[in-house]
């Protein structure tokens, strides 16, 4: 029987909500054992420049596979194509590429990602939130859902998907636990933030214990693991070319019980969903109650991921036709109202307020006066960006990075507005990334609206953690979208500015200051998904075909008739 190494020894919780014990594993099969320190060496294409990807993979790239007639990196057709089974290997082994000097951060970084490896039955099910020897364990000795993704893509990506199969299946299994929070009980769809495996040697027994947010800070439910978890099947499905794990029944049934969450009908009279705060990277009171741009855009992503794996059959054709219409009204929306860039802002100034009627401009009712005076000098006249948040009488100007590059991958933004948003970041250079990419949200919080806001929160004081904090884990987040927007040079760019650092600082979880340029002062070091968003970095820029897991074309179908002014109309 396999024992746990020890770095990986996982603590006794006494808030234990759901256990898996090992009699429950055999829904995996066969899944393989990955051995935890075969590092494969790196082996990858030329880096992407502005180029089409057509003209990238038919010329200087003689990669074994033949040319495929792609028109540019936005083409309709593309990233669907990049990904196809016959081009991929199925058998664990990475595809052949030109061999490149690689960074010495790489083999480093595989080291440090092996060692974060959680194993049940011998069997790895994820990689642990951080490996600190420094710091107690607390929460970080999980495998959380969202943390697990840029582990999962580099794993994909060197051909190992065994891992990321057993993931996918073990959260699946935990979904259908009943969950309670004192005396409520959380919707049957709802996925785990974390997991902890514990290992018994002497009864030779794992037990599996899930958290659904009755232990997290704020007792906040993670609105967005369901989602990150549809997003990354499809990654595996696209990535493998095996359709069966996402054709199985319980998994079928998994995509539709967190759909159902988002698509039952209420009092909403917006597509967007409507959101606690906390409830997704950022974790703590930090003002994103209502309609927080991440989960929009990571909702989008999911609905058109789900679209492409739910066979239309039974309960899956209805389900299809409700993903479609919530798609074109999500899609409108959030392009209409949540776009900001200098005409906008203009508009916005001049708005007249208490407007009646469907023929209303100022459909919120936003105070112009309420328009804070940084924006006016931070919006250039080339650029823009999606918003932090839009309800009634309120608009938060802020900008967050994974909103926005999540709407560049999942097409919510249009190729216009996807481009805007790469103007912004090279004109606004200094204060999105700095010296340590990346900021998180833009500007920092501080003073009276620090107090009201956090509720004086000591961890998101201005220019730390979630408060304008700088996070290397959005780089790849960053380097997707940028390739995708057809501006590889800017990922380029941030790629080397965190080389500079970030292994020799430890590979921390998060940077201070306005420019990013000190170790945050409760920052795990190890962190892992610090570590894995550098390789998948690195990875997809020598090889831009992988976006083709990530990224998905825009539907050209999804354009609305409605207008502006119109669109309250029946």
């Not at 939130?129 to 060197?158: G, H």
């Not at 997991?195 to 232990?215: C, N, Q, W, Y």
């Not at 109650?289 to 899956?316: D, H």
Request: some cysteine; aromatic content about 10%; glycine content about 6%.
């Amino acid at each position: 029987m396999f024992s746990l190494p020890r770095h990986l020894t996982l603590e006794t919780s006494s808030e234990a909500l759901a256990h898996i014990h090992d009699s429950n594993s055999a829904e995996n099969g066969s899944i393989g054992f990955v051995r935890t320190m075969d590092i494969r060496p790196l082996e990858t294409h030329h880096s992407l420049d502005e180029r089409s990807l057509n003209d990238i993979i038919s010329s200087g790239l003689s990669s074994p596979r033949p040319p495929r007639q792609l028109e540019t990196v936005k083409s309709s057709e593309c990233l669907e194509a990049l990904l196809s089974p016959s081009i991929r290997s199925s058998t664990g082994t990475p595809r052949e590429h030109h061999a490149f000097e690689p960074h010495p951060m790489i083999g480093d970084a595989w080291e440090a990602l092996r060692r974060s490896m959680v194993f049940f039955r011998t069997k790895p099910v994820g990689t642990i939130a951080a490996l600190d020897p420094t710091e107690d364990s607390l929460n970080y000795n999980q495998v959380f859902v969202r943390d697990f993704v840029p582990s999962a893509l580099a794993f994909l990506m060197n051909g190992e998907p065994e891992i990321v199969k057993n993931f996918l299946l073990k959260t699946l299994r935990l979904q259908s636990i009943e969950k309670r929070i004192d005396c409520f009980t959380l919707g049957e769809g709802v996925m785990p933030a974390s997991f902890k495996v514990l290992h018994d040697p002497v009864r030779k027994t794992d037990t599996m214990i899930a958290d659904f947010g009755e232990s997290a800070i704020g007792r906040v439910a993670p609105v967005d693991s369901g989602f990150w978890w549809i997003i990354l099947l499809r990654a595996y499905t696209k990535s493998t070319g095996d359709h069966t794990l996402a054709d199985m029944p319980d998994c079928q049934r998994g995509m539709r019980l967190i759909l159902t969450l988002c698509l039952a009908d209420g009092f909403d009279t917006f597509p967007t969903l409507l959101c606690a705060d906390g409830c997704c990277m950022v974790d703590r009171r930090m003002g994103i109650y209502g309609y927080p741009i991440e989960i929009q855009s990571l909702f989008f992503m999911a609905l058109r991921s789900a679209k492409s794996l739910i066979k239309a059959e039974g309960e899956g054709k209805e389900f299809l036709e409700r993903i479609d219409k919530r798609l074109h009204a999500l899609s409108f929306h959030m392009r209409e109202y949540f776009w900001l860039d200098h005409t906008q802002l203009n508009n916005i100034y001049r708005f007249k307020t208490e407007e009646y009627s469907h023929t209303a401009v100022n459909k919120f009712n936003v105070i112009p006066d309420s328009i804070p005076d940084w924006i006016f000098d931070f919006l250039p006249l080339k650029g823009g960006f999606f918003i932090g948040n839009v309800s009634p009488a309120r608009m938060d100007f802020r900008w967050f990075s994974i909103g926005n590059f999540m709407a560049i991958l999942s097409s919510l933004a249009t190729s216009e507005q996807a481009s805007a948003i790469m103007d912004l970041l090279e004109a606004r250079w200094p204060e999105l990334v700095g010296d340590m990419p990346l900021k998180v949200s833009y500007p920092a919080m501080e003073g009276h609206e620090w107090h009201i806001v956090t509720g004086c929160d000591p961890k998101n004081t201005r220019w730390s953690y979630h408060n304008a904090g700088s996070w290397p884990v959005i780089l790849w987040m960053l380097t997707a979208a940028c390739i995708k927007a057809g501006r590889p040079q800017i990922a380029r760019r941030a790629i080397e500015q965190v080389e500079t650092r970030l292994a020799k600082d430890g590979w921390p979880e998060y940077y201070d200051g306005k420019l990013g340029r000190y170790v945050g002062k409760q920052a795990r070091k190890f962190q892992t998904w610090s570590i894995a968003g550098y390789l998948v970095a690195k990875m997809m820029l020598e090889d831009p075909s992988h976006l083709g897991m990530i990224g998905l074309e825009e539907d050209k179908k999804m354009k609305p008739s409605l207008t502006r002014s119109a669109s309250w109309t029946a």
